[in-house]
């Protein structure tokens, strides 16, 4: 490993992928230094991170609390709301941008960062599942690469490592199917928010784990599969594994599969994505199958779990239907959450949402901007419960 | 794929790696060229697989057989016995010598094709059990490649495609843990040669059989990995894994584990060590994890499976041990076979042999052809059953 230091921006720092970056970079502080962090309105760990870390600014959402991150940070330049993200993610003086923002307002911040011909290490996948397209074409004429942190596409970014592209014969993603993989679909209007909160397997943010619920997250990750690897939507499968041990593999031309394991465990594919192409020593806890005795695999259950075909239909649509497809899901994801629909409204808005719409085949910048908007106002009030 | 033509000399071509590798080698013809094949006594095999592919010159190992090769090939070369088949490994107008003989008989054709410059596709682990560390000086001095064919060793290789050696924590080879895996101790001592050929998922050869039985080739693949990948022993562990479809693991320091999978076939890594580094198109069984369900893994138990143990000792006291292991264990093992000893006695008569023998720091190549007579001679007359 070059002893190089590299500079990193962190949006989203007081997330759970943020944090766990910054446990990262402590531990490697010749290797990695923080130049910008960004938090939406955790002011006092941002506040705790600029200490520890200083960067050379930052910038926090909530407007109410600029004057205290001010105060607290003397000699910090502090940036406030989304043009102080925006203006974060458009600076140059980095070697990579962690995107650890959720949902769709970590989409513009991507492009950006790309336009400044900064390499992205993507949280967030919500930017490939809306601007997929648009994004891969940013990136060929900045020359800008994309790191992906999700597990199963660092782990299919591993098994990618020194192979031909022209030899892959498909990707197949594994998700544990969540909480839910088991219950009758009966009772599926019952699910309660604590409920849909409980994963079996990873410790995550709030609307990735009912993501994981729904499995939209599996059709979320076809998506941002398709584009990070460039592969048709029939080159990539989905396998239930409810271990989470397996990240997810990739089949050759010649029937050898490659697959990426672990402790289901962030820390490992947030490093990775920094580290790249490199392994840096960690004693984190060490893959014991001995110990774990049992992998299973299962179809998913495309009855139970409508999202996922929702998503494979709205790649083979393409245009704005992902587009839709992923605001509308986050929309009733956070109503359903608030309490205002039951877990099987998610599904049902998406759908509504997608046929309501007015269909672009090529949407820009600003067209994906306001189907965000339309699709927002759209599903906010058109449910009922 | 690069369309030049590559010349393959196949050495033991009517065993089972043999003919699995004329499969390939049928299925692409442009890419490759047979240009030597020998055979130890099967002679109506080599003739038909001669007459298919038209390779310059074959050997024959049984001499009563050569006339009727000869006068079944009119126009190619055909030598015989031990020097026919040190002659083809000589040559240097190949690019690949694929080394599918059985047993302590093929570690000099392996030397031979090394000194010629040839790259070697080593399905042969006795070569690097019995003389890793000289192979490894000649590989160097002659600027030569060696590609794995067994499973275990090729799931490593690909594993290790494109990644940093220094970022190497651990291999974990894999093993069904044979027919015996279940079978009490107690029962050991009864065991019989059907029982024993019974592999419960890959068709192999008779020799390798038994030593999945003894669990001695797991023990063996240990020592080849040793010498293939530059690890120490305390690099190298066993898991038992019955199902046979991850073919082995590489951890990484950041904790990341790199596996390769497939159906329990030879084909795939015969022919990736033909192909390598691309992975050549073939309608082979696709793997399809939620239709097999469950894979499990336990630890190997070393007090039913003492070779084990032997063959890691042998590997810690290095020099002329690994050599006698590996021969005391191979003649055993044929005496098994001939039902002159029971399945206990081959750990038993590896290890008199070992105990016996006079140790050599640093064994040459004639040392171990020396050690190979003695412990031949040892072990046959060592145990009256």
Redesign the interface.
């Known amino acids: 490993m070059s002893t190089s230091t590299k500079f990193i921006s962190i949006l989203g720092s007081t997330g759970s992928i943020g944090v766990n970056a910054l446990n990262v970079v402590r531990s490697y502080p010749d290797h990695y230094q923080i130049k910008y962090l960004s938090a939406h309105s955790q002011a006092d760990l941002l506040i705790e991170q600029a200490r520890e870390f200083l960067p050379q600014a930052v910038s926090i959402g909530d407007a109410t609390q600029l004057i205290k991150v001010k105060q607290a940070l003397p000699g910090i330049e502090v940036l406030q709301g989304r043009t102080g993200l925006l203006e974060l993610a458009s600076r140059d003086d980095v070697d990579v941008m962690l995107n650890a923002l959720v949902g769709s307002a970590g989409m513009e911040p991507t492009i950006k960062s790309i336009q400044a011909g900064v390499d992205v290490a993507l949280s967030n996948k919500e930017s490939l599942v809306m601007a997929g397209d648009f994004i891969n074409g940013l990136l060929e004429a900045h020359g800008v690469k994309l790191f992906p942190v999700d597990s199963e596409h660092s782990a299919i970014w591993?098994?990618l490592?020194?192979?031909?592209a022209e030899?892959i014969k498909r990707l197949?993603i594994t998700g544990s199917g969540g909480p839910f993989r088991t219950l009758p679909l009966e009772s599926f209007n019952n699910i309660t928010v604590a409920q849909a909160l409980k994963h079996p397997n990873w410790v995550m943010g709030r609307k990735i784990t009912i993501d994981s619920a729904t499995m939209m997250n599996k059709g979320l990750e076809v998506i941002e599969a398709r584009w990070l690897f460039h592969l048709p939507a029939e080159k990539i499968d989905i396998?239930?594994?409810p271990q989470s041990i397996?990240h997810s593999?990739v089949?050759?031309?010649?029937?050898?599969?490659?697959?990426?394991?672990?402790?289901p465990d962030m820390?490992?594919p947030i490093?990775?994505a920094l580290?790249y192409?490199?392994?840096?020593?960690?004693d984190?806890?060490?893959?014991d199958?001995?110990k774990?005795?049992?992998?299973?695999?299962?179809?998913p259950d495309l009855e139970k779990f409508k999202c996922i075909q929702l998503a494979f239909d709205a790649l083979e649509q393409g245009g704005s239907v992902p587009v839709i497809l992923n605001v509308a899901n986050e929309t009733a994801v956070y109503r359903f959450l608030d309490g205002e629909i039951p877990f099987n409204a998610i599904p049902e808005l998406i759908t509504k949402a997608i046929d309501a719409h007015e269909f672009l085949e090529h949407p820009n910048l600003d067209d994906i901007l306001a189907l965000e908007q339309w699709t927002q106002a759209f599903t906010k009030r058109s449910y009922r419960s």
């Open positions: 591993q098994c490592t020194g192979e031909a030899d197949v396998v239930v594994h397996i593999m089949e050759f031309l010649d029937g050898s599969v490659k697959a990426q394991l672990g402790i820390k490992i490093q990775y580290s192409p490199r392994h840096l020593k960690q984190w806890e060490q893959l199958l001995a774990i005795g049992t992998l299973t695999f299962e179809q």
